[in-house]
């Protein structure tokens, strides 16, 4: 189910192609006043890896960095993996201006994310 928030992320989590993972697609502009919704799901999602689809982003503002920052360390502390998907150069470059890049395993697609994480 596509859930849209009240700051114009759509979020629709559903099951991977394999056992154990669940991929998050996000849709829109992530923003900071959308980062608990991101919380929110990441926390909410029972699995052992978990890809964030973000080919449908067209841009994270830079105090948003900090509910991705937060989604990883939420995956860290419960063991699980967490792969970002599908960034455009614009977000690429958000994460690299503000220095978390190096955190996140990222994959040009779902599918190569989920054959990473298998």
Request: aromatic share 0%; charged share 20%.
């Given at each position: 189910m596509r859930r849209m928030n009240e700051?114009?992320?759509?979020?629709?989590g559903?099951?991977?192609s394999r056992d154990g993972l669940h991929v998050l697609e996000?849709?829109?502009?992530l923003s900071s006043g959308a980062a608990p919704a991101l919380h929110e799901?990441?926390?909410?999602?029972?699995?052992r890896a978990l890809?964030?689809?973000?080919s449908g982003v067209s841009h994270v503002d830079s105090t948003a960095v900090g509910g991705l920052v937060r989604a990883y360390v939420s995956c860290q502390k419960s063991g699980r993996r967490l792969a970002l998907t599908g960034m455009?150069?614009?977000v690429l470059n958000v994460l690299s201006i503000t220095g978390v890049e190096p955190l996140f395993e990222t994959y040009a697609t779902v599918e190569e994310a989920e054959a990473a994480l298998a």
């Open positions: 700051h114009g992320l759509q979020m629709m559903r099951p991977g996000l849709r829109g502009t799901a990441v926390s909410g999602a029972a699995c890809v964030i689809d973000m455009n150069r614009r």
